[in-house]
């Protein structure tokens, strides 16, 4: 694909208040750690996952989603009855009717001269989001709209550790659960819209999708038949090499789309996993370690979130400036791949 006119002109997060670090979460798991004698300290030197933040459980996902936005917005050279489109992107969602959007938009205070929606696509909602803004800008139905994510992995987070304390479970049958120990939470929101509105926007140029819905089975989440929440299971490591494989036939795509190479990029921004997923990325997409930007360290997996809250603290720290080509690599379970180029 490739964008004419649509630009991000401003991008915005929310960080949650509260921080759970990898050893406090095993502090809470010792029982199963004592009973099957795994090594303290095993969760962050395995993922690179310092701490993850959290908001309470309770707390829904438009109102953290629709705090970013109205920062988005107020952060943006636009007023908020410029929107005409308000998509709500992330896995979390208040309820399945109706739209996480239209708690969002009420929220906001936008206007009702406004398309609003849901897209779900696992972790790739947010860039989905983006690009089906700048399509609708491109092809003339809109000259601005926001897309907002709010991430609260807590409930699923203190599932899992009552899963994990309660049933019968081996070292091997732990293992789909273990992804969901590096998750976070986080909110964040862009304002998108035509360039003519936003002379110092950042300019989207295009990019490649890709699917391989084979792996559709790897990452699974839902409600559980028991009625105790949400529960996932992951295959980590069929995930990570299918994920990875996937990205690199993205990536050739997304090269000969753009016609950058692997020195184009001054930055570098993926889907935020852990240490042995950017690792292997970087590696087999032949990319320079040193332009990486990450944020997993201290957010953990976002979800949605994790890609632009990633670009918004490397814009934020001055690892991205102005007139810099950023590489956006996202990918979401299911699989599918979205990589973007950004001209910042």
Sequence with gaps: MKIRSAVIDSLSYVSPPTAWSSELIEQKLAPLYERLRLPEGRLELMTGIKERRFWESDVRPSEIAAEAGRKAIAESGLAPEQMEVCIHSSVCRDMLEPATASFAHRLMGLSPNVQVFDVSNACLGFLNSISLLSSMIDSGQIKAGVVVSGENGKPLLERTIQILLERDLTRKTIKPFFANLTIGAGAVAAVVCHESLSPKGHRILGGSVMADTSANDLCQGDSSNAGGGLEMQTDSEEMLQAGVSLAKR??????????????????????????????LLFDTLGLP?????????????????????????????GAVKAGDKVALLGIGSGLNCLMMGVEW
Excluded: M
């Design 289 to 317: 370690h040193e332009k990486d930007f990450s944020s997993y360290q201290t957010f953990g997996n976002t979800g949605s979130a994790a890609l632009p809250i990633t670009l918004a603290k490397a814009a934020e720290e």
């Design 250 to 279: 993205t990536w050739d795509a997304f090269k000969g789309e753009l016609g950058w190479n692997e020195s184009t990029a001054d930055r570098v921004v993926c889907h935020q996993v852990g240490a042995a997923h950017q690792r």
